[in-house]
């Protein structure tokens, strides 16, 4: 089935959906509500597009398809990304802490604490020896 994204149902449906949106979160009409496509995946742009600003370093751990995406987009905006670990070298699990390179300059640590594809997870994140560093 297939609806044009510019027929009256598609566009009263739209609107119904911003205005219960609104409604609902109490947003006033002086803002915009954006209704934006690739959920998730859209988010490996936009965060380093907001926060890498004057500090353009970010710390990435990557071990599966999500964290690959993710790092890949970021290489678009970033001056130097540390890739906390060797993504070649994990297998099942995540290398000990003891083992990551972390950059403490980093403007952000982004992780993805569970790869759906491969099913890993991470159970045990160490928050706090990484309290320090602002995490996505």
Not at 24 to 51: D, H, K, T, Y
Not at 52 to 81: M, Q
Not at 108 to 128: A, K, L, S, V
Request: a negative charge.
């Amino acid at each position: 089935m297939e609806m044009s994204h510019r027929s009256k149902e598609f566009i009263e449906i739209m609107q119904n959906a911003e205005n219960d949106f609104r409604e609902l979160m109490e947003i006033p009409e002086e803002f915009e509500i954006l209704m934006l496509p690739a959920g998730g995946s859209m988010q490996f742009s936009a965060v380093p597009m907001n926060l890498l600003t004057k500090n353009k370093k970010a710390n990435y751990l990557v071990f599966g398809s999500w964290g690959k995406s993710a790092i890949n987009h970021a290489k678009r905006y970033a001056d130097d990304i540390t890739e906390v670990v060797d993504p070649d070298s994990i297998g099942n699990t995540i290398p000990d802490f003891s083992t990551w390179k972390i950059d403490p300059e980093a403007k952000y640590f982004h992780y993805c604490d569970n790869e759906t594809i491969y099913g890993i997870e991470i159970n045990d994140f160490p928050f706090e020896e990484l309290k320090d560093q602002l995490l996505v």
